[in-house]
């Protein structure tokens, strides 16, 4: 258990984890994945709220709280091809991007303060 870890070494943390798992009971959006996943690190996340389309197919979904699942999960990430898994999680990281989401949300500002 690191604790508290300083934003400036998120990342290489991230880049460098065998696996991020993130237990979260509820998820208004999943950001956290969505930066693991675009350091390039296994994802093992709650199949709950926004998860399952943040995390597709770059991770591991798991359903429900039993540990035994949960286990289950961190073993085969473990066991797994590291390489194909770190190219999955960038993948499906990379169809998330600020910009385009900008945009629509400013398009719809002005087409709001026009009427």
């Not at 990342?11 to 675009?38: H, I, K, Q």
């Not at 995390?55 to 798991?62: C, D, I, N, P, S």
């Not at 961190?74 to 385009?100: E, H, M, V, Y």
């Amino acid at each position: 258990m690191l604790g508290y870890v300083p934003h400036d070494d998120l990342a290489a943390l991230m880049s460098e984890a065998a696996a991020f798992v993130y237990p979260s009971r509820y998820e208004g959006f999943g950001l956290a994945p969505l930066e693991a996943m675009a350091c390039g690190a296994h994802v093992i996340a709650s199949a709950v709220a926004s998860l399952p389309e943040v995390v597709g197919e770059g991770g591991t979904l798991v359903e429900g709280e039993a540990p035994q699942r949960w286990a289950e999960a961190i073993s085969a990430a473990l066991a797994g091809d590291r390489s194909a898994a770190r190219q999955r999680a960038i993948t499906q990281a990379a169809k998330f991007d600020w910009d385009p989401a900008a945009s629509k949300l400013l398009a719809v500002l002005q087409g709001v303060s026009d009427a």
